[in-house]
């Protein structure tokens, strides 16, 4: 069993930062790809930022520049640096890995969300 825990969300001023974690833990051999999404109310669940195990990455348009995906593979964990933070990146972010799990088998794992509000 694999389980992502995200923590680190809260409530920022327009133009604040914050930074969010997300822990994998269980049986795990290597994870292929682990990503941030958001969804807002009303609307559609979308990708934030994405990182492979060499550490190529790929952004949203809306947060490009703005916001910085890392990950530490001996510790199965990613972060998201986000800066000049906005109303409209109020949502709840959820983490996810595309992962090989110890038994062998590739899978996709989400986790329970973490809620960011942006308002002053």
């Known amino acids: 069993q694999v389980q992502l825990v995200e923590s680190g969300g809260g409530l920022v001023q327009p133009g604040g930062s914050l930074r969010l974690s997300c822990a994998a833990s269980?049986?795990?051999?290597?994870?292929?790809?682990m990503s941030w999404y958001r969804q807002a109310p009303g609307k559609e669940r979308e990708l934030v930022a994405a990182?492979?195990?060499?550490?190529?990455?790929n952004y949203g348009d809306s947060v490009k520049g703005r916001f910085t995906i890392s990950r530490d593979n001996a510790k199965n964990t990613m972060y998201l640096q986000m800066i000049s933070l906005k109303p409209e990146d109020t949502a709840v972010y959820y983490c996810?890995?595309?992962?090989?799990?110890?038994?062998?088998?590739?899978?996709?794992?989400w986790g329970q969300g973490t809620q960011v509000t942006v308002s002053s």
């Open positions: 996810h890995a595309d992962l090989r799990t110890g038994g062998g088998r590739r899978d996709d794992y």
């Open positions: 269980g049986s795990i051999f290597s994870i292929i790809v």
């Open positions: 990182i492979t195990s060499g550490g190529s990455t």
